[in-house]
């Protein structure tokens, strides 16, 4: 049974000319994003598990330490590897298995307060969508994760048990959260409750998730 994008991956993985006609990592790519395109044009459910495959740009961005991912993962491989797709494939494959291996070594959390939300919903938000309505119409709580790898931060931010958001900071900003902090304090305004959250960290962010 298919449950994740990765289940995906392995199936393909074991016999790639039969489900995608050849060994080529741009074909590979192609059936990934027909994949994820159908899911979520017909609103089937795809419980992708973790990490995020979207994080998988940044991650392939990483490893070959290019300054940005907005090429796209099987470009920086395929570049990396002198357009050579059968290769890239194989490349793309070994990627895969190490890129599951990332996890949250530290996650905060914090509660929104009511002048919090006030502020994200007033003037004062400077972060908005294009016709000026707030980002988040139900927000409750904020996160904080750091990744293992040196892989870098993202934050979340969940609404009526639901996340609302989870972007990732790259790897460059590493050293500091500062980033984060800045960018939540311009949606929410002084954010001053934060723990440590305690206990297994995966767990905790597949809730989340």
Same mark, same amino acid.
């Given at each position: 049974m298919l449950t994740t994008i990765y289940d995906l991956i392995e199936l393909i993985r074991a016999r790639p000319a039969?489900? %995608?006609?050849? #060994? #080529?990592?741009?074909?590979m790519k192609s059936f990934l994003d027909g994949y994820l395109f159908a899911t979520c044009t017909h609103h089937i459910k795809n419980e992708e598990g973790f990490p995020p495959f979207l994080y998988f740009h940044e991650?392939? #961005?990483?490893?070959?330490r290019w300054r940005e991912s907005t090429s796209g993962w099987a470009n920086i491989i395929l570049t990396e590897t002198n357009?050579?797709?059968e290769i890239a494939l194989q490349i793309f494959f070994e990627m895969i298995d190490e890129f599951k291996t990332l996890h949250p070594i530290r996650i905060e959390k914090a509660k929104l307060t009511t002048q919090n939300l006030a502020f994200h919903h007033s003037d004062q938000c400077r972060i908005r969508y294009d016709t000026g309505k707030p980002i988040y119409d139900h927000a409750d709580e904020v996160f904080i994760v750091k990744f293992s790898h040196e892989f870098g931060?993202?934050?979340a931010v969940t609404g009526q048990a639901q996340v609302q958001n989870l972007d990732i900071i790259p790897p460059r900003s590493l050293k500091s959260k500062k980033p984060i902090q800045e960018k939540l304090t311009r949606l929410f305004g002084p954010i001053n409750s934060w723990e440590v959250v305690k206990g297994d960290l995966n767990k905790? /962010?597949?809730? %989340? /998730?």
């Open positions: 039969m489900y %995608i006609g050849n #060994r #080529r990592l741009s074909t991650w392939a #961005r990483c490893k070959y357009h050579d797709e931060y993202a934050y905790v /962010l597949e809730h %989340i /998730l």
